[in-house]
């Protein structure tokens, strides 16, 4: 069984610093809607609607 590490702190209402073993990342949600910018280049925009209408898509820094 792998031993993780994650959490999750909250700065702001709708900003958050998320803690993990190799990365930090900060969250700013405003309504139904994120975006999450990662130490590893990852970004990440979500949007949480009502039902099966959940929505995300990540993208990577080029290399």
Avoid: C, E, Q, Y
Avoid at 1 to 30: C, D, E, Q, W
Avoid at 33 to 57: C, K, N, V
């Amino acid at each position: 069984m792998a031993i993780t590490f994650r959490k999750r702190i909250r700065i702001f209402p709708g900003v958050h610093l998320n803690l993990g073993r190799k990365s930090v990342s900060v969250t700013i949600k405003v309504g139904p809607f994120a975006r999450t910018w990662s130490t590893t280049g990852r970004r990440t925009t979500s949007a949480d609607l009502p039902g099966p209408l959940g929505w995300r898509t990540t993208r990577r820094r080029p290399r």
